[in-house]
T-cell receptor
């Protein structure tokens, strides 16, 4: 298996522009997670899905952020409009089950820079 | 929410055993303890998970005392490639705590 796939790997945009990050989880995994990592705040959970349904979005910073999972093999995280403080590395992860054996497999991340 | 406390950083030399301890005084009955490793410019990678006593796999051991208020990740004979940040997570999925990464411990292995 190719593992979790994220695109793009790097994104540079200007303040006010819309940004869409993409993720393809590992086939057969029921859970998908979006995280954000910065030096100041560390690794933060933004939202997670179970069987394509958002379960907990309490980590989404504000209404400018939205996430969707239209099917089991694809998810997007959108920021509109983007701001410089959104600059971070965004990770997508997936796991096979939600029980105690919930090993998460992380993608390589998308490094977002908002100018 | 259960809070985990780890040392911010540790230094070691190649070939030594490294023990990183995580405190989790408020651990709940259903909580598991999970450790992840993160290299620069990569996503975290699962290392080991346990509930009580001792768990061992091909890369590490996890020691959990009877009261479960702490846990120790043991890395035998570290090498330069073990230089990374190590995170301790506590919780049971169904709740956010299992998905809350703290500040982690930055391990630096020297030759």
């Amino acid at each position: 298996d190719a593992g979790v796939i994220q695109s793009p790997r790097h994104e540079v945009t200007e303040m006010g522009q819309e940004v869409t990050l993409r993720c393809k989880p590992i086939s057969g995994h029921d859970y998908l997670f979006w995280y954000r990592q910065t030096m100041m705040r560390g690794l933060e959970l933004l939202i997670y899905f179970n069987n394509n349904v958002p379960i907990d979005d309490s980590g989404m910073p504000e209404d400018r952020f939205s996430a969707k999972m239209p099917n089991a093999s694809f998810s997007t995280l959108k920021i509109q409009p983007s701001e410089p403080r959104d600059s971070a590395v965004y990770f997508c992860a997936s796991s096979r089950s939600g029980g105690p054996n919930n090993e998460q497999f992380f993608g390589p991340g998308t490094r977002l820079t908002v100018l | 929410l259960a809070k985990t406390t780890q040392p911010i950083s540790m230094d070691s030399y190649e070939g030594q055993e490294v023990n990183i301890t995580c405190s989790h005084n408020n651990i709940a009955t259903n909580d598991y303890i999970t450790w992840y490793q993160q290299f620069p410019s990569q996503g975290p990678r699962f290392i080991i998970q346990g509930y009580k006593t001792k768990v061992t796999n091909e890369v590490a051991s996890l020691f959990i005392p009877a009261d479960r208020k702490s846990s120790t990740l043991s890395l035998p004979r570290v090498s330069l490639s073990d230089t990374a940040v190590y995170y301790c997570l506590v919780g049971s999925l169904g709740g956010r705590r299992a998905l809350t990464f703290g500040s982690g411990t930055r391990l630096q292995v020297q030759p």
